[in-house]
Antibody, heavy 126, light 110 residues
């Protein structure tokens, strides 16, 4: 059974930092790209970042580029999101999600979010 | 990257069919067959309902179907049931190798 369990959320002041973690189990972790998706209170889903199975390729939404860093440790089946220079508008529930993509000739693209964690709440406020 | 456009709300009576639209551009919805749909009940994580425009994952009811025409994708729920009342989001891969979600649609079963 695929399981994703996020942790690390909490209250942080504007300008502060936080690192989210996602523990994965039930599948071959390094065979899948992974992603972070967030949802502000009462709002819709927003894609944040993605990382390839090897960790060699990373992708970011413009809203977090330069402030957030996605990474993974395939030896521990762990996904991370380092969040720096946090702003009030980063307040949200952050979900990690598995991202199966289509791969051909070494290039991967497309995909969808087939399994999601339960989410962890990040609140940025003074 | 702007969010894909969905109607804010759609409603229907039990047993009826409803369709939710998802409009993007040629750089996302129109450019790739990588549109997916998610169902989200209150205070729950999203659940994948449709991937790659029209593929239904194992375990998802065959009352859910997806399609695409040009820059607009659609999710149809047939034989509407009370348990279908939820928020629905579309998502698409983009030409920037990123992903974008729709604005979300609240489905109400009358």
């Amino acid at each position: 059974e695929v399981q994703l369990l996020e942790s690390g959320g909490g209250l942080v002041q504007p300008g502060g930092s936080l690192r989210l973690s996602c523990a994965a189990s039930g599948f071959t972790f390094n065979s899948y790209a992974m992603s972070w998706v967030r949802q502000a209170p009462g709002k819709g889903l927003e894609w944040v970042s993605a990382i390839s199975g090897s960790g060699g390729s990373t992708y970011y939404a413009d809203s977090v580029k330069g402030r957030f860093t996605i990474s993974r440790d395939n030896s521990k089946n762990m996904l991370y999101l380092q969040m720096n220079s946090l702003r009030a508008e980063d307040t949200a529930v952050y979900y990690c999600a598995r991202l199966p993509r289509h791969c051909s000739g070494g290039d991967c693209y497309g995909g969808y979010f087939d399994y999601w964690g339960q989410g962890t709440l990040v609140t940025v406020s003074s | 990257q702007s969010a894909l456009t969905q109607p804010a709300s759609v409603s229907g009576s039990p047993g009826q069919s409803i369709t939710i639209s998802c409009t993007g551009t040629s750089s996302d919805v129109g450019g790739y067959n990588y549109v997916s749909w998610y169902q989200q009940h209150p205070d729950k994580a999203p659940k994948l309902m449709i991937n790659d425009v029209s593929n239904r994952p194992s375990g998802v009811s065959n009352r859910f179907s997806g399609s695409k025409s040009g820059n607009t994708a659609s999710l149809t729920i047939s034989g509407l049931q009370a348990e279908d009342e939820a928020d629905y989001y579309c998502s698409s891969y983009t030409s920037s190798s990123t992903y974008v979600f729709g604005t979300g649609t609240k489905v109400t079963v009358l």
